[in-house]
C-alpha cells in the first residue's frame, strides 16, 4: 500500500504541496492541560517514567492542533539514568546529573545492552501511541546524539559552553572516547527497541553540535550519527531518520549524505535561501521558524512562515520550528502558525 502519512512520504523524498508539520516539545509547558498532567504526576521524570500519563501528554498537542507527527513524550537524559548515573531535575533551573569525569566513574556505568530493564516504561508508552494515535498521524521516536548527552554526563548539568565535556576530550581523550562509544551503542539499542514498539522514524538530537569545530564536529558529531544510523537502517530498513546537529553551520552541507540520515533538522541561524541551495538539494529538510514566533505572534509570524513555505516549496520539507517551543509560548499563535502553513 502506499504510504499516506504526509510525514513519511516527505521523509520518503516527496515534494508535496502543503508541508507535513509539527513542533519541537509540542507537549509542553506552554499548554494548560500539559501542565495539569504533570502536577498530576508530581514531577517531569515521574512523568516520562507513567506510560499513560506519558501517552497522555503526547496526544495533547495532537487533539487540541491535528499536527501531522506526535513525538514520544520522554527526555534524551532518560539513556544517563538508564546506565546508572543519577538524574534529577531542579524546577526552574534544569537537569542534574551524578558526573562522569574519572575511570571509576565510568567503571561504574552499566553496559548498552543493561538499558531496557530500565527503560521499559518507555517502550510501553511508544507502544500505547502506536495503537491510540489518528491512523494519519506519524509516530516519531528519538535519543540524544551521544556528544550532546556527554556534555550534560560530564558536568552534571547543562552549560552554555559544553566547557566541561571539551576539557575532558583534551585532557583525557580515552575516557571521552569511551563514553561517546558507550553512548553510541546504547542510543543504538534504545532506537531500535522503540522501533520495535511502534515508532515509525526516529530523530536524533545533538543539540549542542554546533560547539563542535573542524575535526571535532567530523569525529563525534558526524561519525557517530553515521554508524547509529547505519546500524538502525541494518536492522530496521525503510525507518527514516532524522538529524538535528543544531547549530552546526557549514556543516549542515552534506551531512545527510554522510549520515545517510533521510532528513536534517535546521536550526533558525541558517535562512531558508541558503538551506534551499545548499542542504534541500540533499533531500528533506525540517524547520526552521524561530521558536520566539510562538511567543510574539502578529504578522510577523504569518510573514516568516509563508517566506519559509515558499523557500522550502521545490523540495521535501516537514515544517517545524529551529528549536523547542519555550514556556511563555502562546497556544493561540501555534494554531496561527499552522494555519498559515495549511492555507495554501
Ligand atoms: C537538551 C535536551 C534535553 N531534552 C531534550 C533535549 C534536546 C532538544 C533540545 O535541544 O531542546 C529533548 C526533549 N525533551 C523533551 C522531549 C519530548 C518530545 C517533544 O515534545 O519534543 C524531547 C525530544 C521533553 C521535555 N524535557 C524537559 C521538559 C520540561 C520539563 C517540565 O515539564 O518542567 C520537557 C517537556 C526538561 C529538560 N530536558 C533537557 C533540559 C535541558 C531540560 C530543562 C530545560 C527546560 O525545562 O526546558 C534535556
Given amino acids: 500500500m502506499a504510504e499516506t502519512k504526509l510525514l513519511l512520504r516527505a521523509l520518503s523524498g516527496e515534494t508535496l504541496p502543503t508541508p507535513p508539520i509539527w513542533m519541537m516539545r509540542q507537549a509542553g509547558r506552554y499548554l494548560p492541560e500539559y501542565r495539569a498532567t504533570r502536577a498530576e504526576a508530581g ?13 497522555e501528554v503526547t496526544l495533547q498537542p495532537i487533539r487540541r492542533y491535528g499536527f501531522d507527527a506526535a513525538i514520544l513524550f520522554a527526555d534524551i537524559l532518560l539513556i544517563p539514568d538508564a546506565l546508572g ?19 571509576e566513574d565510568f567503571a561504574k556505568l552499566k553496559g548498552a545492552d543493561d538499558i531496557h530493564d530500565h527503560l521499559a516504561p518507555i517502550y510501553q508508552t511508544v507502544s500505547n501511541l502506536s ?32 566547557g566541561p565535556a571539551h576539557a575532558l576530550m583534551q585532557e583525557n581523550t580515552p575516557l ?39 575535526e571535532a564536529f567530523d569525529k563525534y558529531a558526524l561519525a557517530p550519527a553515521k554508524k547509529i544510523i547505519s546500524e538502525i537502517k541494518d536492522r530496521h530498513p525503510g525507518v527514516p531518520v532524522i538529524a538535528f546537529p543544531r547549530e552546526a553551520g557549514d556543516k549542515y552541507i552534506g551531512f545527510a549524505k554522510e549520515t545517510g540520515a533521510n532528513c536534517v533538522a535546521l536550526d533558525n541561524s541558517v535562512s531558508p535561501e541558503w538551506a534551499a541551495a545548499n542542504v534541500q538539494v540533499d533531500g528533506c529538510v525540517q524547520g526552521n521558524l524561530a521558536s520566539s514566533h510562538m511567543v510574539t505572534g502578529g504578522q510577523a509570524l504569518v ?37 498559515t502553513v495549511r492555507e495554501g
Fill in 176 to 214: 571521552f572516547e569511551a563514553l561517546i562509544d558507550r553512548l553510541t551503542d546504547s542510543t543504538i539499542e534504545y532506537l531500535s527497541a522503540q522501533i520495535r514498539a511502534g515508532a515509525e522514524c526516529v530523530k536524533l538530537f545533538d543539540s549542542w553540535a554546533g560547539s563542535l569545530k573542524g
Fill in 131 to 162: 495503537s491510540a494515535l489518528p491512523k494519519e498521524v506519524a509516530l516519531i521516536g528519538f535519543a540524544g546524539a551521544p556528544w550532546t548527552v556527554a556534555t550534560y554526563m560530564i558536568a552534571g548539568r547543562g552549560t552554555k559552553d559544553q
Fill in 43 to 55: 514531577d517531569f521524570l515521574s512523568l516520562c517514567y507513567n506510560s499513560d500519563l506519558a501517552t
Fill in 303 to 339: 510573514d516568516e512562515t509563508r517566506h519559509i513555505v515558499q523557500t522550502f516549496k521545490n523540495g521535501p520539507h516537514i515544517f517545524n520550528l529551529g528549536h523547542g517551543i519555550t514556556p511563555d509560548a502562546n497556544p493561540d499563535n501555534v494554531q496561527l502558525m499552522i494555519d
Fill in 85 to 103: 548515573a543519577d538524574l534529577w531535575f531542579v524546577t526552574g533551573e534544569g537537569p542534574r546529573l551524578s558526573t562522569i569525569t574519572t575511570e
